[in-house]
């Protein structure tokens, strides 16, 4: 969420979130932001959470490096 991402930046990292959860629908203008950059997904551990990141490594696999960051 926004304060994961704001912890993030706090340290010099570049991270981002979205409005509206796990559910809320991924855009193709967002896929074009991460083309040819190296992506660290870090999604919720929840079911919900678990989805989303899957559906934006689907989205974003032919354009960016991606990586999947699994947090106990």
Do not use: F, M, Y
Request: hydrophobic fraction near 35%.
């Amino acid at each position: 969420g926004e304060k994961d991402a704001d912890n993030l930046r706090a340290i010099g990292l570049e991270a981002t979130t979205w409005a509206g959860g796990a559910k809320q629908q991924w855009l193709p203008s967002w896929t074009e932001l991460l083309r040819g950059r190296q992506v660290h997904l870090c999604p919720d551990t929840d079911g919900p959470g678990q989805e989303a990141g899957e559906r934006i490594c689907v989205e974003i696999a032919g354009s960016s490096e991606v990586r999947w960051v699994r947090i106990p």
